[in-house]
């Protein structure tokens, strides 16, 4: 609800189907979730594709 999602679109997320997740949606998480910088960056990383991320 902080996020501004549906609790289905993020229990999809959570689950690892980041596949076109906006920009908005993955800083809403990272504030809501309040993640580190490590962890903001392994989150874009995985939700873009980038392997280096996982």
Known sequence: MLVGI???YYI?????????VSDGVLDAL???LRLSA???ACLVAVARGDERGQ
């Not at 999809?12 to 076109?20: C, F, H, V």
């Open 6 to 8: 549906s609790v289905d």
């Open 12 to 20: 999809r997320i959570e689950r690892g189907d980041l596949a076109g």
């Open 30 to 32: 990272v504030s809501v």
């Open 38 to 40: 490590e962890e903001q």
